[in-house]
């Protein structure tokens, strides 16, 4: 019975997050580890993009999961053979940093720069501000998990998700940048 609960909850969740696919994504002013303003979705709208957003530590233990299968899918650059099968689109992965917590920016962006791989770091924004205006536009129902947004370049919602990594969510997103 609590694994049927669980299955409906889920159901329910991605189904209401799914309706969020032809909206446009608010606008965030987000930062790189380096204080450069990079505000989505206007200045990614070159090409597709993919962002990770997570709003509790919880949820940022889930995006992490993302990481690595997004870097090699979507980041690392394909040579030789593999070359004409790389995507090219934007990748960000989102710590967003509100109320009181707004605070630990800085100390978050220090500690990324000193401990995350390199590679990933361009790929790093931080958000500090209200929720509100997310949790309301995205519909940000559960704190504990991430949220994942494929955006076309107009900035428009073409896929959403939620939760840790699964090779079922990157195969959506793939699909749809294969029908491109």
Do not use: H
């Not at 049927?4 to 909850?9: E, G, I, P, R």
């Not at 189904?15 to 965030?28: K, N, V, Y």
């Not at 220090?110 to 924004?125: R, Y």
């Amino acid at each position: 019975m609590k694994y049927l609960f669980t299955v409906c909850l889920l159901a329910l969740s991605f189904g209401a997050i799914a309706q969020l696919e032809g909206t446009r994504f608010p606008d965030m002013e987000t930062e790189t580890v380096e204080d450069e303003i990079v505000n989505i979705p206007d200045d990614v709208t070159d090409k597709y993009t993919l962002l990770g957003l997570a709003y509790s530590k919880k949820a940022e233990d889930d995006l992490n999961t993302w990481f690595s299968p997004v870097y090699n899918k979507f980041i690392k650059e394909s040579t030789g053979v593999f070359a004409g099968f790389s995507y090219d689109i934007n990748v960000f992965f989102v710590p967003m940093f509100t109320g009181i917590k707004a605070a630990a920016t800085s100390t978050a962006k220090k500690k990324t720069a000193k401990e995350l791989d390199p590679l990933l770091i361009p790929n790093i924004l931080f958000y500090k501000g209200d929720l509100k205006t997310y949790k309301d536009a995205l519909e940000f129902d559960e704190k504990d998990v991430p949220y994942m947004f494929l955006l076309d370049k107009e900035g428009n919602i073409v896929y959403a998700t939620s939760g840790e990594y699964t090779d079922e969510k990157i195969e959506a997103i793939e699909e749809i940048l294969d029908s491109l």
